[in-house]
């Protein structure tokens, strides 16, 4: 089915671990963004892809690299998880069709730092 | 600083009630959506708005831009619209792919 597909859906880090969420989309969409999402507060941007090649910083970078070596995959590292790290974690690609643009997201990964 | 905010936070309604959710903003835009967050945690996009209104079956979304403003509303509420109805919006010059997000409406529709 097209989509976005987030991998894992649920994981636990021991603090200090590293580990890396994936995110692929087979949509052929040039935008893709990572989000998390903590109780009491809307989701925050963490990264942000315009294209294959391209990223930027987004609201909350600290702690989470990216990498966009394909349009497809867009997946988020974690180098050294800490417990403010717990969050959900969503991933979205974006296309644009004239002066409309809609999004698509992933189902989330909610992850647990010990 | 909140950019952009939702009232109300929690909304309880009875089936077939007519029910309005608010979102407003204070920066320049480029769009508004209005998302819908399933109990289940997915996110599904409902609405892009520039200006003026949409519909889509019972759901409305209309953006006031000179007040900085916009609604969602569902005619004849169901149970199955029970979920967390989110605004964000897409900064005026910004990328597409870089949202700002309120916290979101819980809305629950008793039967």
């Known amino acids: 089915n097209a989509g976005v597909t987030q991998t894992p859906k649920f994981q636990v880090l021991k603090t200090g671990q590293s580990m890396t969420l994936q995110c692929a989309q087979d949509m052929n969409h040039e935008y893709m963004s990572w989000y998390r999402q903590d109780p009491g507060m809307g989701l925050r941007l963490i990264h942000y892809s315009v294209g294959a090649g391209i990223t930027d910083q987004g609201e909350v970078p600290n702690g989470y690299n990216v990498s966009r070596s394909t349009t497809e995959d867009f997946p988020l590292r974690l180098l050294s998880a800490a417990p403010s790290q717990t969050s959900v974690y969503f991933c979205?690609?974006?296309?644009?069709?004239?002066?409309?643009?809609?999004?698509?997201f992933g189902s989330g990964t909610r992850l647990t730092v010990v | 600083k909140n950019e952009v905010e939702q009232s109300p936070q929690n909304l309880t309604a009875q089936e077939g009630e007519f029910i309005t959710i608010n979102c407003s903003y204070s920066v320049g835009i480029s769009a508004l959506h209005w998302l819908q967050q399933h109990p289940g945690g997915g996110i599904v996009s409902l609405f892009m708005?520039?200006?003026g209104k949409k519909k889509h079956g019972r759901l409305i979304a209309t953006i006031n831009i000179q007040e900085k403003h916009s609604s969602l509303h569902i005619t004849a509420s169901h149970p199955r619209d029970s979920a967390v109805y989110i605004c964000a919006v897409s900064l005026d010059g910004g990328s597409q792919g870089n949202l700002i997000f309120g916290k979101g409406t819980k809305l629950s529709v008793k039967p």
């Open positions: 708005l520039s200006s």
């Open positions: 979205a690609s974006s296309y644009s069709w004239g002066s409309y643009y809609g999004y698509t």
